[in-house]
């Protein structure tokens, strides 16, 4: 009977250190907006400070508007003066639609930036891309609001 006790001692010590695991922001990372250090220090921090980190899209889109390659420029020109950082693309989208389906619309924004920021002479190899698809909003709603800011591509350093 005292073995039993143990044991379940145990098991329950394990379930609640699990329980204390800190969880993602809202954002989808532990550091703040696209993972980007909260509190603006860093590489990938200035970039979303300075540069602008995200792009977003129309609904079901993975075609780039004009503000976004606005946007990919002025990253593209920050890449070059920092030609040691890489930096990973992650791809987004609202809550609407099926997890599958968003998951490869959200690859398909990711790829996008990274062949627009190809386009402007950045090496592909300094670029990777994830999908997220609707698994982190960067607000949650249920609305046009909501959505217009979850459908995106954000450009974190890699590694964070």
Known sequence: MKLTTKALAMFSAVLLL?????????????????????????ATGQLAKDVGDRVFFDFDSSVINADGQSTLKTQSEYLKKNSSLNVTIEGHCDERGT?????ALGERRASAAKKYLVSLGIDASRIQTISYGKERPAVVGSDESAWSQNRRAVTVKSGQ
């Open 99 to 103: 997890r599958e389906y968003n998951l």
């Open 18 to 42: 699990a329980a204390c695991e800190t969880a993602p922001n809202a954002n989808g990372g532990a550091g703040g907006a696209g993972g980007a250090a909260g509190d603006g220090t860093g």
